[in-house]
C-alpha cells in the first residue's frame, strides 16, 4: 500500500482532496495517509523516500497562488505533479459545545482561511481577534486544547473531535474553489489528453528584456499562458524565479519547442510537470504544422513549382 503525505493534520481539506483523488483512481488502490504539519513538510517527505507521493494546495481561487507550496517545488531535488483535483471550498464555525457566536472572544485560524472568511467574521464575530493555527484542522485541535473558543475549520474536523458547529458553508466569496496536486517523484508525464496543464519554475538572467523574451517562446506558438507569477528567490533583494503555467503537454508539438528554446536562453528553468487539468481553461496549443513542415521537406529536396 503506498504511503501519500498530506498537508495535515487528520479533518483538512488537503485530506479531503487525497481522499477525493483515491476516489477517482490516481493511485493503484487504497493508501496510507501521512499527515504533515506543512505543505513543506510534506513534499520533503518525498525527497526523503519515507512517502510515495505528496497532496498539497497549490491555488486558491480566492487568495491565489499558495507561496508554501510553489517555493517548496522550486527548491531542493526536483519533484512532478502528476495530477490535481479541485475542490469546493467553504468552513465551518466548529466551538466547544454550549458555546454561542456572541461569546466567542477567540477564533483559531488558518491565515489563508482567515483570509477567505475576513469579512464574514467582521459582520457575526467582531468581537472575536484571531489566533493562528496551522492548519484549518490545527484551528480545531487549537480549540479542543482551550487555546481558543471557536475555530475557523471543517465539519470532519469539529466531529473528530466532538465539538459544536456554529455557522456551516461560511465564506466570503460563493463558489470559492483551491487545487490540489500530487507531488511525486520524476517520472514520465501522465499521457496527454488533449485538455492538460504544463508548469515550470524560470530563472532568468537579470537583463533588460529577459522575461519578455521568456514570454515570446510561447506566444510565438500560439501557447496560452494560464498562471504568470514570481516569487523572491531569498538570496538578495530584487533576485525573483517565475512560475508559469500553460495550457498543453510536453508531448504537444509547440509546448516541446518552447521549453527546448527556454532551456537555451534562461539562467534555470525547472519542469514541474504536464499533467491532466480538472477544469479546462484557456486555448489549447496549435497541432503540428505538417503541410509548413512537408513544404520545408521539398524546398530542401529542390522540388519545382511549389
Known sequence: MPRIAYFGPSGTFTEMALAKLESIGAFDGPVERVPAPSQGAAIELVRAGKTEGAVVPIESSVEGSIAPTLDALAVGPRLQIMAETDLDVAFTIVGRPGVGLDEVRRIAAYPVAAAQVR???AVNMPLAELYTSASNAAAA????????EAAVSTALAGERLGL???ADGVADVDQAVTRFVLVTTPRPAPPRTGTDRTSIVLELANEPGSLMRAFAEFATRGIDLTRIESRPTRTGMGTYRFYLDCVGHIDDTAVAEALKALHRTAARIRFLGSWPATSATGTPPPPPDAPAAAWL???KK????L
Open 164 to 166: 459544536a458547529t456554529l
Open 302 to 305: 529542390g522540388v519545382a513549382d
Open 141 to 148: 485541535e487549537d480549540v479542543a486544547a482551550g487555546h481558543a
Open 297 to 299: 521537406a521539398d524546398l
Open 119 to 121: 469579512m464574514w467574521l
